[in-house]
Structures are given as structure tokens and as C-alpha cells.
């Protein structure tokens, strides 16, 4: 079980007299603190001399902060309307660097429903992308709405080891999750990315299990993410959404002893509702509200 950032994260509070990358830093050092891997440059970027982001710069600066697995993160030819050629060549650059995860972002494959030109486009596209690229982890990343209705043949139709969905906004993306090959990883963006979302861990470590559940997957092939960007949030906001992901990875892997002390018995057992085991931390509510039923793997 792990977790990681599906988007960016709101400028850290640096004071203006610090060294460029200061903002990269913090973003990095929040991450840590949490238990979040892959890593993510998390919004910072660093730019070429057209001005331009630059992907491999990016990445090459986040991962000299760290030991730890860092994710590199680019734009889908669906979404940013770039040309497969021009991504498919950061994205040798990235791999030539030593960059083993790429998440590549289609916000826009909400939008794809089942005209069968715009799949096939969308098929075509990311069959090209991803073409040859053993030993590298490439995941795909649906934010910002449900994708289900383009089909599971159409948005894994590139080589990717990996579905990323919102689950927040795009409810229905679980029909994709369901119908994702147990061989594929899902990462479950299930933190909301707006202020005053209930992010208690009950409905991050029920979708963990019924994710893990899909195609005989088993949790070691399932992350748990932010559903979006933060970047609409102060910096205090997202502070605490990540320290709330950092906590319900961990205890979607903790033992069923933990899970019956930390949650809402009925997220754990349904039969546990009536024993009283259930021993809230002190931030929480005494009497939390409805929660997710029984988690069955």
C-alpha cells in the first residue's frame, strides 16, 4: 500500500528572499513527513530557456532531493492537445535520465463517452506514447470526472502498468477499476481536492480493499491519492489533506486490530458495529457519521 499526489500542490509559505527551488523543497519535504512514494515535484517546475516547462528538469531536480522513488508527471496528448511525437520525446528524455515512473495526465478523457472516432483517436495516441518502455512504471491519471463510458479497451489501450482515477468527482470511474486486468495497478484518488471534505479514512481504506479485491489484485498493487490538484487550497488545507492520505495508507495496511481501534467499526466488519470497538482519536467526532460498509478482500 502507498500513497502519492495525483496533481499539484498550493505554494508553500517561503519568504520571497529564499533560493529558487525553496518552493520544491517544502513540497518534497511535506511528502516525506507523510510517508508519500513516488514523490511528485508537486506543481513546482523548473523552465527551459523558451520559458517553457521543462519535464526532465523537473524531475531531475525533485529526484536530487531524495533517495526515494520520485514520479515524473506529463501532460496526455488527449488533454493538452500537443503532438504524441513532442511527449513521446520528454518522455525518452525522462527515461534516459533514469526516471522509472511516469504518470501521464488525461483530465480531458471524461469527455471521450463512446463515440467510436474519439476512441479510437484516444487508443491510437496512447498506443503510440507508450510503445516500448520495459522496466519503466507508466501510469495513467483520470482526474476531474468519470471516464467510464469511453470503455476500459479504449483509456488502457497504451502499455500502462497503471489506472489512476479520481473517485471523487468521476464516481463512476470504479466501473473502470473493476473492469482493470488484477496484472494493472490502481492507484484510488479518493481525498477530495476542496476545502471542508469530510477526509476521515473510513472511505479511503473501504475503496483500498474493494480495489484490491477487483481481478484478484491484491493491495500490492493499489495506491490511495488526492483526487485532483490542491492548488485551489491554502497551504494549510493541503498540509492536512496529505497528512489524512498519509494516514489512511497506513492503515489500510495495518492489522484488523488497529483498523477495529481507529475506524468506524462498520468500515472494518459489519459485525463489529454492535461490540463497541471503536476508539476514536481525539480530533474526531465521538459519534462519526454514516461510514462505508464492510471491506472484503
Same mark, same amino acid.
Given at each position: 500500500?502507498?500513497?502519492?499526489?495525483?496533481?499539484?500542490?498550493?505554494?508553500?509559505?517561503?519568504?520571497?528572499?529564499?533560493?529558487?527551488?525553496?518552493?520544491?523543497?517544502?513540497?518534497?519535504?511535506?511528502?516525506?513527513? #507523510?510517508?508519500?512514494?513516488?514523490?511528485?515535484? /508537486?506543481?513546482?517546475?523548473? =523552465?527551459?530557456?523558451?520559458?517553457?516547462?521543462?519535464?526532465?528538469?523537473?524531475?531531475?531536480?525533485?529526484?536530487?532531493?531524495?533517495?526515494?522513488?520520485?514520479?515524473?508527471?506529463?501532460?496526455?496528448?488527449?488533454?493538452?492537445?500537443?503532438? +504524441?511525437?513532442?511527449?513521446?520525446?520528454?518522455?525518452?528524455?525522462?527515461?534516459?535520465?533514469?526516471?522509472?515512473? !511516469?504518470? &501521464?495526465?488525461?483530465?480531458?478523457?471524461?469527455?471521450?463517452?463512446?463515440?467510436?472516432?474519439? =476512441?479510437? =483517436?484516444?487508443?491510437?495516441?496512447?498506443? +503510440?506514447?507508450?510503445?516500448?518502455?520495459?522496466?519503466? #512504471?507508466?501510469?495513467?491519471?483520470?482526474?476531474?470526472?468519470?471516464?467510464?463510458?469511453?470503455? !476500459?479497451?479504449? !483509456?488502457?489501450?497504451?502499455?500502462?502498468?497503471?489506472?489512476?482515477?479520481?473517485?471523487?468527482?468521476?464516481?463512476?470511474?470504479? *466501473?473502470? &477499476?473493476?473492469?482493470?486486468?488484477?496484472?494493472?495497478?490502481?492507484?484510488?484518488?479518493?481525498?477530495?481536492?476542496?476545502?471542508?471534505?469530510?477526509? *476521515?479514512?473510513?472511505?479511503?481504506?473501504?475503496?483500498?480493499?474493494?480495489?484490491?479485491?477487483?481481478?484478484?489484485?491484491?493491495?500490492?498493487?493499489?495506491?490511495? /491519492?488526492?483526487?485532483?490538484?490542491? +492548488?485551489?487550497?491554502?497551504?494549510?488545507?493541503?498540509?492536512?489533506? +496529505?497528512?489524512?492520505?498519509?494516514?489512511?495508507?497506513?492503515?489500510?495496511?495495518?492489522?484488523?486490530?488497529?483498523?477495529?481501534?481507529?475506524?468506524?467499526?462498520?468500515?472494518?466488519?459489519?459485525?463489529?458495529?454492535?461490540?463497541?470497538?471503536?476508539?476514536?482519536?481525539?480530533?474526531?467526532?465521538? =459519534?462519526?457519521?454514516?461510514?462505508?460498509?464492510?471491506?472484503?478482500?
Amino acid at each position: 500500500m502507498f500513497a502519492t499526489l495525483l496533481g499539484a500542490l498550493p505554494s508553500p509559505p517561503v519568504p520571497e528572499s529564499a533560493a529558487a527551488e525553496a518552493g520544491l523543497d517544502a513540497r518534497i519535504e511535506l511528502q516525506m513527513e #507523510h510517508g508519500l512514494e513516488p514523490l511528485t515535484a /508537486a506543481g513546482w517546475s523548473a =523552465r527551459g530557456d523558451d520559458g517553457e516547462v521543462d519535464p526532465l528538469g523537473t524531475w531531475t531536480a525533485a529526484a536530487a532531493r531524495t533517495g526515494g522513488m520520485v514520479k515524473a508527471v506529463l501532460p496526455g496528448p488527449w488533454s493538452s492537445h500537443r503532438p +504524441v511525437a513532442a511527449i513521446r520525446g520528454e518522455l525518452l528524455g525522462l527515461v534516459d535520465s533514469g526516471c522509472r515512473w !511516469i504518470e &501521464v495526465h488525461e483530465p480531458a478523457a471524461a469527455a471521450i463517452g463512446p463515440d467510436p472516432e474519439a =476512441r479510437a =483517436r484516444f487508443s491510437e495516441a496512447h498506443q +503510440v506514447l507508450t510503445d516500448g518502455f520495459p522496466g519503466v #512504471h507508466l501510469s495513467l491519471a483520470l482526474t476531474g470526472g468519470s471516464a467510464d463510458t469511453a470503455g !476500459i479497451e479504449t !483509456i488502457l489501450a497504451g502499455a500502462y502498468a497503471s489506472l489512476a482515477v479520481d473517485l471523487i468527482e468521476g464516481p463512476d470511474n470504479w *466501473r473502470l &477499476v473493476a473492469a482493470t486486468p488484477g496484472d494493472r495497478g490502481i492507484v484510488c484518488g479518493v481525498i477530495a481536492a476542496r476545502p471542508g471534505s469530510d477526509d *476521515r479514512p473510513e472511505l479511503p481504506v473501504w475503496a483500498a480493499g474493494y480495489a484490491a479485491s477487483t481481478g484478484g489484485r491484491g493491495m500490492d498493487r493499489v495506491g490511495l /491519492a488526492t483526487a485532483g490538484s490542491l +492548488v485551489a487550497l491554502t497551504w494549510e488545507q493541503a498540509v492536512e489533506k +496529505v497528512r489524512r492520505l498519509g494516514e489512511a495508507a497506513r492503515l489500510a495496511a495495518a492489522p484488523p486490530d488497529e483498523l477495529a481501534r481507529r475506524l468506524d467499526p462498520r468500515a472494518v466488519d459489519i459485525r463489529s458495529a454492535g461490540l463497541g470497538r471503536y476508539d476514536p482519536p481525539a480530533e474526531r467526532p465521538s =459519534r462519526p457519521g454514516r461510514g462505508p460498509r464492510t471491506i472484503r478482500s
